[in-house]
Structures are given as structure tokens and as C-alpha cells.
């Protein structure tokens, strides 16, 4: 692995926000100081993108990753046969959906086969991939399919506050009843791995507790006592710091504080709220439990503001050094705080 890692962008969906936040994040020479940088996608639609957002970097296309050179000054565009079209803006489009699930699978290729170091991604629209007939939900499925990985999570990053998500995209009666003792252990066992991997040489990880103030010794419920505090015993065994169960109206403050390098939360919103309000535009979205780095952006493809030059590129910037630092096993942390973001 060099230093400066080869790292595989996604266009997104070409019919959102996804060019308009990737033209202006390369035109940050911050983003290009510790990685190369190449955009899956398509190239007409990234020039529209610059000239939209009055960068002066030229667009050319490659011919394979490894051309990529990375420079503020060009942005390379490797495309895919097959998958170019006049892509509308600011709707859904069935060709715009096909497009980026086409682009994100050849992004997972050449992951998976250590061509690129990581890729950092931009929003696809999940109605639009349905609408489709496209089978994969999402970004991560496509990438646990491919990869052919066992159990992949979602983290999500703001500034120096990182939430681990036992589940994400369950209700939330199917989120508690998935609230195990065996799911609890293999999330802060799946932590702690990567966090590891990632330069932390012991990680300390707060666990937060399911019910209100930690169900008050099982007054308000007996999750903590039956699944939550058995799984952090099972991971003192292995020698893996985790705390809790913490009630979760203070295991963030406490997380910004520094006292936890990162929370193990039970669900979907208990880790996205903290997040967004800790730092919304900062926020990345960081996939675990994959042979290689996948980063994104923590926002969505944003129809309503799409070739308007509104968008802000901050959870871009974020997305790609994010990318670049695990990679190469530095610590996470926000890197571009003081990048510009439009």
C-alpha cells in the first residue's frame, strides 16, 4: 500500500446532487494530499458539473484505474460501457438509477480484486433502483453480495463522535427484538476488529443501553440486564474494552468528551440523531465488516436543489479523506473541517 492510496469515487445517481458535490470536492486540492482519485461514472456529466459549479478542472477519461493521476486541476473519469445516457436533471430516471447501481458494482470489482484501495461513494436513490428492478436496496447490499462478506454495519462519523449501528434499517419493534446478546457481541467484536485495523491500538467502546436510563436496574424493561451487559462481559473475555450499558441520554456527551472512541448503538435513529445534530454536513457514513474501505456521504440525491449549485461538498470532502485515512490504517477522525464546502 502507498501512501497516497487509489481511491475509486461513484458518481451517485447523475440525475441528483452526486456530480455537482464530487466537482466541487476535487476542486479542494485537501481532498488530493493523501490519495489518487478517479470518478466511476459519466464524463459529460461531470463536465456539466464543473462548468455548473465554476470549477476550472479539465475532465478526461481513463482507461483503467491505475491512470489515475489526481490533481485539483483534472478530474479522471473512468466510464462503463453501456451505462452513458442524456441523464435528466433533479428527477428520478430509470436510466440515471441503472447508471449508478452499474457504477457502484464496478467500483465493488475492482475493490474486491485490490485494484483500488477503497471508494468513497455519492447518493444513489433507492426508489429509483426499485423502480428499476434492481434488487439491491442499496449501496451496502450490492457490496455484501459481491464481496460475498457475512455480516456488513453502518457507522456513522461526525468530527470526532462515531456510531457504530447495531441494525439500521429495521422498524423499531423488529430493532429491539434484534437487540440480542449474540448480536450485541458480534457488533462490538466487528468494532473493535476494524477500529484496530484502523491505528486505535486498544479502542475503548461505549455501549449504549436500549431502554430509558438504562432501565433503572429493570424497572423500564430488562434488555441491559438479559442481553446488552452479558454481550460486554462475553467481550471482556476476549480482551475487548467496551462499557456500558450507558444510558443513552449520556453515552454521546460523553463520546465528545473523549471518554469512548466510538458507541456501539442499538438502532437506526438512537445513532443518526447524535450524528446529525453533533455535525450534519461533517457526517460520513462508513460501511464494516467488508474486505475493503467503502465511505459516503451522509446525505441523499437531493432532487429539489440538483443544478442549482446549492449543494454543500463538505460530507464529500469528509467522504473521500475518511477513505484515504483508513486505508493506510490512520486513526479516523474529521479531516476537513476547514475545507470549504461550496
Not at 485539483?72 to 430509470?94: H, R
Request: proline share 4%.
Amino acid at each position: 500500500m502507498t501512501d497516497r492510496p487509489l481511491v475509486a469515487i461513484t458518481l451517485g445517481d447523475p440525475s441528483g446532487v452526486g456530480p455537482e458535490v464530487i466537482a466541487k470536492a476535487l476542486a479542494q486540492p485537501v481532498v488530493h494530499e493523501h490519495g489518487r482519485l478517479f470518478v466511476i461514472g459519466d464524463a459529460p456529466t461531470i463536465r456539466a458539473a464543473v462548468q455548473q459549479v465554476g470549477s476550472t478542472a479539465a475532465v478526461r477519461t481513463i482507461d483503467a484505474a491505475e491512470a489515475a493521476q489526481s490533481d485539483a486541476k483534472v478530474i479522471d473519469v473512468l466510464e462503463v460501457a453501456g451505462l452513458g445516457a442524456d441523464f435528466p436533471t433533479g428527477t428520478l430516471s430509470l436510466d440515471s438509477a441503472r447508471a449508478s447501481h452499474g457504477w457502484v458494482e464496478r467500483a465493488a470489482g475492482l475493490a474486491i480484486a485490490g485494484d483500488v484501495a477503497a471508494m468513497a461513494t455519492a447518493p444513489v436513490n433507492k426508489e429509483g433502483w426499485r423502480a428499476a428492478g434492481i434488487t439491491d436496496t442499496g449501496h451496502q447490499e450490492v457490496l455484501k453480495r459481491m464481496s460475498g462478506s457475512d455480516h456488513v454495519a453502518t457507522m456513522l462519523v461526525s468530527g470526532e463522535l462515531r456510531c457504530m449501528h447495531l441494525s439500521t434499517h429495521l422498524s423499531l419493534a423488529e430493532a429491539c427484538a434484534f437487540v440480542t446478546r449474540e448480536h450485541v457481541l458480534q457488533a462490538i467484536q466487528l468494532t473493535h476488529d476494524h477500529f484496530t485495523r484502523w491505528g486505535f491500538e486498544a479502542p475503548r467502546i461505549g455501549v449504549a443501553a436500549l431502554n430509558p436510563h438504562g432501565s433503572d436496574g429493570g424497572l423500564i424493561g430488562t434488555t441491559e440486564q438479559d442481553e446488552i451487559a452479558p454481550a460486554i462481559a462475553d467481550a471482556a473475555a476476549f480482551a475487548i474494552d467496551a462499557r456500558g450499558p450507558v444510558p443513552a441520554d449520556s453515552v454521546f456527551n460523553q463520546a465528545i468528551d473523549g471518554d469512548h472512541d466510538v458507541v456501539v448503538v442499538m438502532y437506526h435513529d438512537q445513532g443518526h440523531i447524535p450524528i446529525k445534530v453533533h455535525g450534519f454536513e461533517e457526517s460520513v457514513s462508513v460501511n464494516l465488516g467488508l474486505p475493503f474501505v467503502r465511505t459516503s456521504v451522509d446525505h441523499g440525491t437531493a432532487f429539489d436543489i440538483a443544478g442549482q449549485n446549492r449543494a454543500q461538498a463538505t460530507s464529500m470532502v469528509e467522504a473521500i479523506l475518511l477513505a484515504t485515512r483508513l486505508a493506510v490504517g490512520r486513526p479516523l477522525g474529521s479531516t476537513a473541517q476547514t475545507a470549504a464546502s461550496s
